[in-house]
């Protein structure tokens, strides 16, 4: 079965740091683009962050450049979110997400993980 | 940025309706949309990609149409399931969501 688990989610303080991970099994994670995408409460969908299969390249929502960072490890099959200088506005779920093929659209989502921002 | 905008923002509907909604892109997209439902409290589910192309395992009622900077997703014939939330989504430059579509009991 294919699979995606997110964790490490949680409360943090405005200017404080989060690593979310994205645990996969049930397909080949090294031959895939991965994703995340975040939901604010009551609110939209947001692309954040994509990574290449092979970590060559990384790309970032214009609200996180500079202070997130994704990253994976193929030996490990799990996706990484790092967050720095977190903001009240980055309060959401986050959802890692398997990128169709080679293109940026979302065949697979993980259940999500709740991070909240606040003092 | 390349901006999508859904409409209606909500739509109430019976169960046999026949039920479509409009999602219109900010610049031409090609066929690089996806459809998504989505439940409370539940990750997002792909419907629709390549503006028509039927996702694995999804029921036919749901269908997708358009090109270039309009599109519709169609629900044949309404079913108790499917009163959720609908995104579509371009996939031509990065990735944008539109607003949502709430499907609501009538």
């Known amino acids: 079965e294919v699979q995606l688990v997110e964790s490490g989610g949680g409360l943090v303080q405005p200017g404080g740091s989060l690593r979310l991970s994205c645990a996969v099994s049930?397909?080949?994670?090294?031959?895939?683009?991965m994703h995340w995408v975040r939901q604010a409460p009551g609110k939209g969908l947001v692309w954040v962050s994509r990574?290449?299969?092979?970590?060559?390249?990384?790309y970032y929502a214009d609200s996180v450049k500079g202070r997130f960072t994704i990253s994976r490890d193929n030996a490990k099959n799990t996706l990484y979110l790092q967050m720095n200088s977190l903001r009240a506005e980055d309060t959401a779920v986050y959802y890692c997400?398997?990128?169709?093929?080679?293109?940026?659209?979302?065949?697979?989502w993980g259940q999500g993980a709740m991070v909240t921002v606040s003092s | 940025d390349i901006q999508m905008t859904q409409s209606p923002s909500t739509l109430s509907a019976s169960v046999g309706d026949r039920v479509t909604i409009t999602c219109r892109a900010s610049?031409?997209?090609?066929?690089?949309l996806a459809w998504y439902q989505q439940k409370p409290g539940k990750a997002p589910n792909l419907l629709i990609y390549?503006?028509?192309s039927l996702q694995s395992g999804v029921p036919s009622r749901f269908s997708g149409s358009g090109s270039g900077a309009e599109f519709t997703l169609t629900i044949s014939s309404l079913q108790p399931d499917d009163f959720a939330t609908y995104y579509c989504?371009?996939?031509?430059?990065?990735?944008?969501f539109g607003q949502g579509t709430k499907v609501e009991i009538k």
């Open positions: 997400a398997r990128g169709i093929t080679v293109v940026n659209a979302f065949d697979v």
């Open positions: 049930g397909f080949s994670f090294s031959s895939y683009w």
């Open positions: 990574i290449n299969s092979d970590g060559s390249g990384t």
């Open positions: 610049q031409n997209i090609n066929t690089w």
């Open positions: 390549k503006a028509s």
């Open positions: 989504q371009q996939y031509d430059t990065y990735a944008t």
